[in-house]
């Protein structure tokens, strides 16, 4: 099936527009629901490289796929190459959108994953407060679940850190956050507590 299909884009030379890019990410999301992850990123990529030829290499869709690449690298467990292609995503916020803007936000939270993931606290620590930073700037309201659930999150990392007055600082802030819109007893405070609780069993 696929072999015919790529004859056929072949045969109306569209090897380098939009629309044969589109079928690539369309292959992409069908071996990724198979669990098939080369295949995946192989057609990611070929989407990607058109992508940079058709449109501006600052496209809002160019560093989408960037960002899609870069996750694909971190299912693979392929930290490294994930953080690189986040970074290229970042590039090109910074050229073609707001400083504060959401998306920016979301791929240093992907940057903060990896980084996690290869026991670099000091660097995710650091992606996690340029992410606050962000939330803070933009338009999320200062209750907004991102904000608390970052908050939590820069907690966790801290504890890899040893650093439990910055710990429980972060768990605070999250729990306070959290409690201001949900009922007293929603699941939320379970898991804030629960965490405050394994903080202090630690440092006993």
């Given at each position: 099936m696929?072999?015919?299909?790529h004859?056929?884009?072949?045969?109306?030379?569209?090897?380098?527009d939009?629309?044969w890019?589109?079928?690539h990410?369309?292959?992409?999301?069908?071996?990724?629901?198979?669990?098939?992850?080369?295949?995946?990123l192989?057609?990611?990529?070929?989407a990607?490289?058109?992508?940079?030829?058709?449109?501006q290499?600052n496209?809002?869709?160019?560093d989408v796929?960037?960002?899609?690449v870069g996750?694909?690298?971190?299912?693979k467990?392929?930290?490294?190459?994930a953080?690189?292609?986040?970074?290229?995503a970042?590039?090109?916020?910074r050229?073609?959108l707001?400083?504060?803007?959401?998306?920016?936000a979301e791929t240093?939270?992907?940057?903060v994953?990896?980084?996690?993931?290869?026991?670099?606290?000091s660097?995710?620590?650091?992606?996690?407060?340029k992410?606050?930073?962000?939330?803070?700037?933009s338009?999320?309201s200062?209750?907004?679940?991102?904000?608390?659930?970052?908050n939590?999150n820069?907690g966790c990392t801290?504890?890899?850190?040893?650093?439990?007055l910055?710990?429980?600082?972060?768990?605070e802030?999250?729990?306070?956050i959290?409690?201001?819109?949900?009922?007293s007893?929603?699941?939320d405070f379970?898991k804030?507590y629960?965490?405050?609780g394994?903080l202090?069993?630690?440092?006993?």
């Amino acid at each position: 099936m696929h072999n015919n299909l790529h004859k056929t884009k072949e045969n109306t030379s569209l090897t380098t527009d939009s629309e044969w890019a589109i079928t690539h990410n369309n292959l992409t999301s069908v071996y990724r629901l198979m669990g098939d992850l080369s295949n995946a990123l192989s057609h990611l990529q070929i989407a990607l490289e058109i992508r940079k030829k058709v449109l501006q290499a600052n496209h809002s869709i160019v560093d989408v796929s960037f960002n899609n690449v870069g996750i694909i690298y971190h299912s693979k467990g392929d930290h490294k190459t994930a953080r690189i292609n986040y970074q290229e995503a970042l590039e090109i916020h910074r050229k073609s959108l707001s400083t504060v803007h959401p998306r920016s936000a979301e791929t240093y939270n992907n940057i903060v994953f990896v980084y996690d993931l290869m026991s670099d606290y000091s660097n995710a620590v650091s992606y996690y407060q340029k992410t606050l930073k962000i939330q803070k700037k933009s338009s999320l309201s200062l209750i907004h679940p991102d904000l608390a659930t970052t908050n939590r999150n820069m907690g966790c990392t801290y504890a890899a850190l040893g650093d439990y007055l910055t710990i429980l600082e972060f768990f605070e802030k999250g729990f306070n956050i959290r409690k201001t819109p949900l009922p007293s007893a929603h699941p939320d405070f379970a898991k804030t507590y629960k965490n405050i609780g394994s903080l202090f069993n630690k440092k006993k």
